[in-house]
């Protein structure tokens, strides 16, 4: 079927269980810190990408990314960059086209990254239009991992204060999934693990090109 897409509610992804994240998490807040981090981010040669910025509920008001976050499959670090800056050594892991960095919103995230210092990323691959050849609709990495793995990822820190002194522990949790289930969502697809054909989430894209949602029983 051609034109078969997959996509979800949000009320269906109410009703899924949690997401489960067993790895480890580690805060790095000073340029040391953040070296060995990268050293040991590098002999992965795959990982998980995301960011967070403090938000801003006032207009005209725009925040610097405040914190990056980077995964293996089973270890995060969270650097914060309100803290560390964009250091010349992050700058080049960024850079450097042989390290594969798994993201979602990639070109958001450089855009808003952008107004601290001028990066020129490599390496990276825009989840967003991985999931396509998979027949996945959705966009979001919420509605995305849901689908594929039949969890939910809780939003419910999103619009924290990610500049805050001390991340909290939920906070450092949000941030890690995030990072985390691109790089596990990448890796099941790429392991040919899913089949779009027996998922129970299925849309229909319809001539004037909206999508109608229905779950199989």
């Given at each position: 079927m051609d034109n078969l897409r997959l996509a979800i509610r949000k009320e269906d992804i109410s009703q899924l269980p949690p997401v489960e994240y067993d790895g480890g998490i580690q805060v790095v807040e000073t340029i040391d810190k953040a070296r060995i981090a990268l050293r040991e981010l590098s002999r992965a040669r795959i990982i998980g990408f995301d960011t967070e910025t403090r938000p801003s509920f006032k207009k005209g008001l725009l925040h610097?990314?405040?914190?990056?976050?980077?995964?293996?499959?089973?270890?995060?670090?969270?650097?914060?960059?309100?803290?560390?800056g964009m250091f010349d050594r992050l700058k080049a892991f960024l850079e450097n086209p042989e390290i594969t960095k798994v993201g979602l919103s990639v070109?958001?995230?450089?855009?808003?990254?952008?107004?601290?210092?001028?990066?020129?990323?490599?390496?990276?691959?825009e989840l967003q239009t991985f999931v396509k050849q998979y027949d996945i609709a959705d966009t979001s990495l919420q509605?995305?991992?849901?689908?594929?793995?039949?969890?939910?990822?809780?939003?419910?820190?999103?619009?924290?204060?990610?500049?805050?002194?001390?991340?909290?522990?939920?906070?450092?949790?949000?941030?890690?999934?995030?990072?985390?289930?691109?790089?596990?969502?990448?890796?099941?697809?790429?392991?040919?693990?899913?089949?779009?054909?027996?998922?129970?989430?299925?849309?229909t894209q319809t001539a004037d090109n909206t999508v109608q949602v229905q779950q199989e029983q």
């Open positions: 610097k990314v405040a914190l990056m976050q980077l995964a293996t499959d089973d270890f995060c670090f969270l650097f914060r960059l309100n803290k560390l070109h958001d995230d450089f855009t808003v990254l952008g107004r601290s210092r001028e990066i020129a990323p490599q390496g990276f691959i509605k995305i991992y849901a689908i594929v793995f039949g969890r939910s990822i809780s939003k419910s820190q999103r619009l924290t204060n990610w500049e805050a002194p001390e991340l909290t522990p939920g906070q450092q949790r949000y941030a890690a999934i995030d990072a985390w289930a691109c790089l596990k969502i990448y890796r099941h697809l790429s392991s040919g693990a899913f089949n779009p054909a027996v998922s129970p989430y299925i849309a």
